[in-house]
């Protein structure tokens, strides 16, 4: 998708809530809901985004179609998910035309999860990350390729294959 060099962002501010409980180990985060997302009510709403096909591919699962089947896949497999930022001014979903960011507190996950990695699905999301939130917090994020459409020159099977990471660290329990 292109974006006009003359197009106007937009103030959007994120309605999605942070998903994690007591058992999160991972922490994945874009950058900001997609309209798509935000027309969607959840994380990762458009259906051309390949992220429920890779996370689900993991662990040799179906893709997820529902908010609640996607709920239970992060559940089961310690997964928390949330964005960067918190609202930014934006042309539609190009992360590129980003402009007043305002990161997401993430202290409020971190309190309730045991987290031990956090990684940061695309580029955009892990500058903004570096920027805006790894100098307060004092953590580093693992950046992986974004999983948009717009990624084109990522094939579906080396996604899975880059997003291994994330499976190691949501299965590695305290005793291996």
């Known amino acids: 998708m292109t974006t006009r060099r003359d197009a106007v962002p937009t103030h959007v501010e994120s ?9 999160s180990r991972v922490l994945l985060l874009g950058s900001m809901p997609s309209p798509k997302s935000r027309e969607n009510g959840f994380h990762y709403g458009n259906p051309q985004n390949r992220f429920w096909r890779v996370i689900a591919a993991l662990w040799g699962e179906d893709a997820p179609q529902t908010t609640g089947q996607r709920l239970s896949l992060l559940s089961r497999h310690h997964i928390a998910l949330h964005d960067v930022l918190a609202s930014c001014d934006i042309v539609g979903a190009s992360d590129a035309t ?5 990161p997401n507190d993430l202290r409020p996950i971190l309190r309730v999860a045991p987290i031990r990695g956090i990684f940061c699905t695309g580029s955009a999301s892990a500058r903004l990350y570096h920027r805006y939130i790894e100098p307060d917090l004092g953590i580093p994020c693992t950046r992986l390729p974004s999983t ?11 996604l899975v294959e880059a997003y291994q990471a994330v499976r190691r660290v949501a299965d590695k329990t305290d005793e291996g």
């Open 15 to 23: 309605p999605l809530p942070a998903v994690f409980d007591q058992s």
């Open 98 to 102: 980003i402009e007043n960011p305002v």
């Open 148 to 158: 948009s459409p717009a990624n084109a020159s990522w094939s579906f099977e080396r």
